[in-house]
């Protein structure tokens, strides 16, 4: 478990997460952010889109470690 730190809707947040969870999971378990559905986990349905940086973004597939990366 570890701690990362996401700019949510304007609001940096604290939140402890496993090393393999995706954004989905960290919005929806660590923030109780449920808008963000979850469907297919492979990219194609949509479900789980976000915006990061003004770009919709099918995040489910994408690890918490990219996004810090990027
Ligand atoms: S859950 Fe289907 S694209 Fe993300």
Request: aromatic share 2%; hydrophobic share 35%; with cysteine.
């Amino acid at each position: 478990m570890e701690i990362v730190k996401l700019n949510v809707n304007g609001c940096v947040r604290e939140i402890p997460v496993e090393h393999n969870w995706t954004l989905l999971r960290a919005l929806r378990e660590g923030l109780g952010l449920t808008g963000t559905k979850c469907g297919c986990e492979t990219g194609d349905c949509g479900a789980c889109m976000v915006i990061i940086d003004g770009e919709a973004v099918r995040e489910s597939a994408r690890r918490l470690r990219e996004e810090a990366e990027a």
